[in-house]
T-cell receptor
Framework: EPEVTQTPSHQVTQMGQEVILRCVPI?????FYWYRQILGQKVEFLVS????????KSEIFDDQFSVERPDGSNFTLKIRSTKLEDSAMYFC?????????????FGPGTRLTVT | DQQVKQNSPSLSVQEGRISILNCDYT??????FLWYKKYPAEGPTFLIS?????DKNEDGRFTVFLNKSAKHLSLHIVPSQPGDSAVYFC??????????????FGQGTRLTINP
């Protein structure tokens, strides 16, 4: 069964450093997303991406964040200068608006720890 | 932001009985509702969804009910099995603009199935 994959599973970085989180969405999906979950809190939407551009972004997704689909398979989230409060689980998701509906399929997540 | 609320942080059910998880929402623009299941250290796994034009959707042991006038939905699992023990998230989405829609999640309900 096709699945969303994410690498790395755990990333530790120092405050102020840049990190890139990587995702491989399900191959025939057209819509891509990043969410995050700070420990003990809700899963929060960060950004959606379609047709090589951002469709929507949340207030969290400020100028320190960027997304890119550098080739036909990868989808990346870059945090330019990490802050302590960026520590969270980051989930990539993808979806396809076929007859199946609007379901988003999530990857296993990357745990980002900023020290 | 409490647009989607799951008021029960935890629920304990005996194996073989029915589990009922509840979710309320406030935004009348929500058009599509989903339930996800999450195990520790994994991403959310899609379970079942329902469009606002329906009031019930069933898939095997899982049934979702939607009451639009009350802005309430519920997930019924029957019979409950030990493998159902997980955190369950309710999520909602507005009618998607150009197809890429964000999901708004509830806080989650931890379901424990007791043998």
């Amino acid at each position: 069964e096709p699945e969303v994959t994410q690498t790395p599973s755990h990333q530790v970085t120092q405050m102020g450093q840049e990190v890139i989180l990587r995702c491989v969405p399900i191959s025939n999906h057209l819509y891509f997303y990043w969410y995050r979950q700070i420990l003990g809190q809700k899963v929060e939407f960060l950004v959606s991406f379609y047709n090589n551009e951002i469709s929507e972004k949340s207030e969290i997704f400020d100028d320190q964040f960027s997304v890119e689909r550098p080739d036909g398979s990868n989808f990346t989230l870059k945090i330019r200068s990490t802050k302590l409060e960026d520590s969270a689980m980051y989930f990539c998701a993808s979806s396809d608006l076929g007859l199946a509906g609007y379901e988003q399929y999530f990857g296993p997540g990357t745990r980002l720890t900023v020290t | 932001d409490q647009q989607v609320k799951q008021n029960s942080p935890s629920l304990s059910v005996q194996e073989g009985r029915i589990s009922i998880l509840n979710c309320d929402y406030t935004n009348s623009m929500f058009d599509y509702f989903l339930w996800y299941k999450k195990y520790p250290a994994e991403g959310p796994t899609f379970l079942i969804s329902i469009s606002s034009i329906k009031d019930k959707n069933e898939d095997g042991r899982f049934t979702v009910f939607l009451n639009k006038s009350a802005k309430h939905l519920s997930l019924h699992i029957v019979p409950s099995q030990p493998g159902d023990s997980a955190v369950y998230f309710c999520a909602a989405s507005p009618a998607p603009p150009q197809g890429a829609q964000k999901l708004v999640f509830g806080q989650g309900t931890r379901l424990t199935i007791n043998p």
